[in-house]
């Protein structure tokens, strides 16, 4: 075969849509982009409203729609019958920018009829829109709760799907939001409880912040709690302590509130890291995660 056959035979590929490329943060410039990963890799049953641009709501679709953590099989999307909209933050679908997945999910869910789940969602690309185009300017203010009933609104179960809905209840760890910083939250897994934070920087100054305090021997809550380490998510850095499980959320909030004060001094320091400090970082970043 000629070059130039060759080259007619793959002019369809030029028109094929670009990948979506990977976006290290997608919900940077969102309201609440630390609730917005606390809600896609830490929380178990949460929600929150959002309102969508006019411009993105066919003609009879509601203008606010529900984020979730879960949505029952882990549908990305459903239309309830009366006409509400549940989008699951974690579905799953990861084509390397969760903005642009996420919206994908919301729109499909507009577009179905009331009463159909969207259980799946077509491939994304570098021309999907993102969340941060779709979006209405607002709020992101995340409701937990004790269980999924939200899925199914005021509908009473019977049969086999109240039974999944009780199973799924039983997988629920508790969980509350503490208030003396921003995306902390504690939860109880088994014997032990937690405190799991979300920090707004970027995930390299934020491990250096921690080193910093790790050094100085001031990166605990008090008491019997310590740092277990950090994970990363979304680009930005969870810390996790451990705590006295004899304690509860409460009990946690006045050290919280100090720490954040330790850490905000670390993060604002322009001094090079010192030995001790390097030895820290390499230790927090010899036990990092990164979460999907």
Known sequence: MGKASRRQRGTDTGRRPKPAPFVRRPFEG?????????????????????????????????SEVTVATVLPLAWPALHRA?????????????SGDASRDLAAQLLAALAVEPGVPVVTTPQVSADSPRLQDVLEEGGFDVTLHEGFEFWVGEQELEGDAAESLARANESVVPTSRM????????????ERTHIRLVLPDDEDAATDALARLHAA????????TRLLGAFRACGLLVPV????????????????????????DALGSDSPLTADERRARSGLLSRQVTLR
Do not use: C, F, K
């Open 241 to 264: 302590w451990d705590l006295d499980p004899e304690l509860g959320a409460d009990d946690h909030e006045d050290e919280l509130a100090a720490w954040g004060e330790r850490y905000r």
């Open 217 to 224: 021997g001031t990166d605990g809550l008090g008491g019997d």
């Open 82 to 94: 009366d006409g509400t909209i549940l989008v699951g933050t974690q579905s799953g679908n990861a």
């Open 30 to 62: 969102l309201a609440g982009e630390t609730d917005w990963v606390a809600m896609r890799e830490i929380l178990p049953a949460a929600t929150a409203t959002v309102g969508v641009r006019a411009e993105h709501v066919p003609e009879g679709a509601p």
């Open 179 to 190: 208030s003396a910083l921003p995306s902390a939250y504690w939860v109880r897994v088994g």
